[in-house]
């Protein structure tokens, strides 16, 4: 197939230039090369983009019918439909995406739009019995213009799960993708235009954060920043906010935690665990990152954990077979190299991996580090990386002090086949969501953010969209 990447800003229902005319050259992690140069956004734009996203909220967007908001979003997610492969094919050649998982990610955010234009007219509010003979009810209503910045690595479907539930809600959106990764959300922009969202409803800013995060954050007309990323730009992100007392929603690092009790099914455990922390090579903040192993099945576990690690295919993501691609940039393999160093220096074990597989691209083997220590970077700090460490625990309590001493609390799975014990730890791990007897995190109908500094609010489900209305009570006297 012959595919034409956007590399324009897309403002007002159109493609156009930044102000400046200037670009940024896209590098492909998988080969080192430059295949395309985008428009940066400058603070200017910026500036445009609002004003139109709030003549748009106000010109009509916020006052459509449910119904009509419905039909406009179900079209958006079956042009999503139509154009899936092409979505794939740019979420591979901007971040180095296997193709059969960008495959299921384009899949996923067509699926959110379709979850988000049935939940129109769902978010409601209630009579509520106060004073004698008056009548109270209460509103949620929309914002306004809702500023969605988010990270490299799942570009298209988090743009999808901010973008489409702020619009069901009502609100316009100004959408930022990553420096690295605008292609998917542009395509977005274009694609929901085509399918008959306004022009100004939803609008797509790609440039570098640095230099126009701030104008975005700072502006009087953003109601909410909703934002996905490091803990270091959500906390700064969330200083700037209370100057004017933005609503912020921020999904930021984990450290999670996998917990393998030995009466679980420990091989099915062993066999599916290296995925749930090497997918998108480690690029993910749900990954499963440090593994806690009761002693008695400790060293069988690591042995099956290594020979399946040792199996997975990492390769050109343009392969269908290709399990784990690149990283995303040589700025990030370097930071993670920094840490298996680290590790090195300390002297960790490595069961396997640790260096660099192949040539050509900014690929990293998947790497098994054991016993590293409690203080060291490796087990306290976000990777976001090829890399796991796996420990021995003796006692439950004691491993759960150990789980819930990290700042994270984003994501974590556990295994065991006794229902008590699962209820019992699934109820002390702080983190926000939790899987037992699986590595599953994101479901498009159920809530997801973090405990601690992983983050504020949720994404997903009915809360992400409650998430994007203010609450209004209103008394009438009788
Ligand atoms: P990042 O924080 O550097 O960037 C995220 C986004 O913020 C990008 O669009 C970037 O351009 C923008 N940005 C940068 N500086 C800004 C500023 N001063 N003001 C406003 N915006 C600014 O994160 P990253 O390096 O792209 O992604 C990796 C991090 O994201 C990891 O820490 C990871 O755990 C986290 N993450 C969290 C989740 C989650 O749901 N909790 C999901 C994916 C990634
Ligand atoms: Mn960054």
Known sequence: MSLSLPTQLFVDGKYCDSASGKRTPLVNPATEEVFVEVAAAEVVDVERAIDSAQAAWEGGWRDLAPGKRTEILFRVARVLRENLEAIAQMERLHIGKPIADARDEAGLGARVFEYYAGAVGRVCGE???VARGGFDFTLRQSMGVVAAIVPWNFPFPIACWKAAP???AGNCVILKPASLSPL???KLGELAHQAGLPPGVLQILPGSGAKIGDAL???????????TGSTEIGRRIMEMSSRDLKRVSLELGGKSPNIVFADADWQRAAESSPMSVFANTGQDCCARSRVFVERSVFEPFVEKFVAATEKLVVGD???E???LGPMVSAAQRDVVEGFLADARGRGSRFGTGGGR???RGYYLSPTVLLNVGIGDRCWKEEIFGPVVAITAFDDEAAMIREVNASPYGLSGSLWTNDLSRALRVARAVQSGVLSVNSHSSVHVEAPFGGFKQ????RDLGMAAMEGYTELKNVYVAA
């Open 217 to 227: 954050v700072a502006h009087p007309l953003i109601r909410k920043v909703s934002f």
């Open 317 to 319: 993501p343009a392969k």
């Open 321 to 323: 077979e290709t399990q």
């Open 184 to 186: 998917t959300a542009l």
């Open 357 to 359: 597989p192949l040539s």
């Open 166 to 168: 702020a619009l069901a």
């Open 454 to 457: 992983s983050g504020l609010g």
């Open 127 to 129: 009579t509520i019995p």
